[in-house]
């Protein structure tokens, strides 16, 4: 196929920088499953009002690109669960046990799903006589100490026109990679996520479990995009937050229609099952940053309840979008003509002669054109860059989509060069070089350790010495003796003082 190159190649003065960081934005409909799931509510990070209250069933990015060190393999990952603290505890994060998390796959371009792989997950307790997620350091996945484990299935579906022609169990009870609570929790916590990785029968790897949340922007554009004045810019919001992320290695040739057509469409769904036990879906997710500044509000929780088949229906919201006309009441830069049929070919159909496929219904999903190798060096500008292995061809994991995304909305690809931007290039954990590749989690014990205390001592020694005196070395020049002295007579005078406050409030109680 014929590489699609652009004539302009992202160069950024500071100047430029600064006063490019005006917004993010997605660009295109999404809709729900092929299976055809009850009403939905809207996704990602927290853009939607329905959604925004269901963490465990919020679908944030979703990410497909050539396996870097495998390019005869397809690499998806989906997150859920935005702005995991790690130090969340103490129940933490798990996948929800009532959730069907699928991953769709369109090999044809008719906007309809011919390949689910559908992920379940179960939740096993040792002792529910504990309020701990660990009881001690843990070691494996297999660990007794690991209180709270959880495991998945995968199931595939084949589909024709959204309807099930076949249901194969693609994966059986596979181990789950725990949140990660803290070092003194979890001191190797890379071997826990190695164990994690299953490889499936066919060339096919799998791996679910908590990471690094991989998207770097700054948020604050919806403060008046940027505060009206650019006081605020170049802060990555997600920075120290995880998500919950499945990721699946899939060989070209099974997703794929045929080596002469070699594009595919891809998203995800969560569905959640409801009282009277039906699963309905309640989040979708394809293209990044969808529903946060395309659709209005009206429109929000309405544009997941339809299928990528019906996404016209959000057609409007793409072609005479809202964002480049606030960017223009704000900051004077002016706004592209409409109607903007350039949107509707990059991010509804794909870009011709890179990744759009033949006969495309045009709907909102990744396209990924599985003949494209690797990049020897990625550029985080991807295809506006020159690099077709990036995004809007797929998106890797390093791809800056909100800077790609608001350059292609404020009209790069109709004469309008610019440099626009957020000042966030780069993610703040770097990416593995081998499968899964999202960042390993922030660790919950991330901060700053206990005064006198060091990182090489052995936990409980730490929480002795931490509990010293100020200023003591060893014990201070106390004995055994004057130390169990003084904490008894601390202990009396503790006590004295409840009970003298306990007869007081029982003596103001009697004079009511």
Known sequence: MTPFTSGFVGRRSLATLVCGALATGGLA????????????????????????GQPQYDNTDVYAFASPDKPDTTTIIANWIPFEEPAGGPNFFPFAEDAQYDLHIDNNGDAQGELVFRYTFKTHVKNDKTFLYNTGPVESLDDPDLNITQTYDI???????????????????????????????????AKLRSQAVHELPGGATTFAG???????????????????????????????????????????????????????????TTQRKNASGHYRQVSRLGMPL???????????????????????D???????????????????????????NDLVDVFLKGVEGLNQPPNVRPSEMLRLNTSTKPAAEEKRLGVLDGDNAGFPNGRRLGDDVL??????????????????????????VKFEKTFPYVGQPTSGSRGPLAKGTTGTNDVRNQLGDALQPAGASGTGGMDDTTLIAVSAASGAAGFLLVGTGLLWWRSRRRSY
Not at 168 to 184: I, R
Not at 212 to 238: A, H, I, K, M, W
Not at 252 to 267: L, M, R
Not at 290 to 312: I, M, T
Request: charged letters at 25%; hydrophobic letters at 40%; glycine letters at 6%.
């Open 29 to 52: 409909a999404v809709g729900v499953t092929a299976l055809e799931p009850g009403a939905a509510s809207a996704s990602s990070h927290r853009e939607a009002p329905l959604i925004s």
């Open 155 to 189: 199931d595939l579906l084949q589909l024709k026109d959204q309807h099930l022609v076949k249901k194969t169990k693609y994966a059986d009870d596979v181990a789950v990679a725990p949140s990660n609570v803290g070092k003194a929790s979890m001191p190797d916590y």
């Open 210 to 268: 908590q990471a690094d949340d991989p998207f770097f922007l700054d948020l604050r554009v919806f403060d008046l995009l940027y505060g009206g004045n650019l006081s605020e810019v170049g802060n990555d919001t997600l920075k120290g937050y995880n998500v919950n992320s499945v990721a699946l290695q899939l060989p070209n040739d099974v997703i794929q229609e045929s080596a002469d057509q070699p594009i595919v469409g891809i998203w995800s």
């Open 290 to 312: 969808v529903n946060e500044v395309v659709n209005p509000l009206k429109d929000k929780d309405k544009f997941n309840a339809s299928a990528p088949w019906n996404d016209g």
């Open 314 to 340: 959000f057609l409007k919201n793409v072609t005479n979008p809202e964002l480049p006309k606030l960017i223009e009441a704000i900051y004077k830069i002016k706004a592209p003509d409409e109607p903007r």
């Open 403 to 428: 800077d790609i995304a608001l350059q292609v909305v404020e009209g790069e690809l109709v004469g309008s060069k610019n440099d626009l931007g957020d000042a966030v290039d780069k993610n703040d």
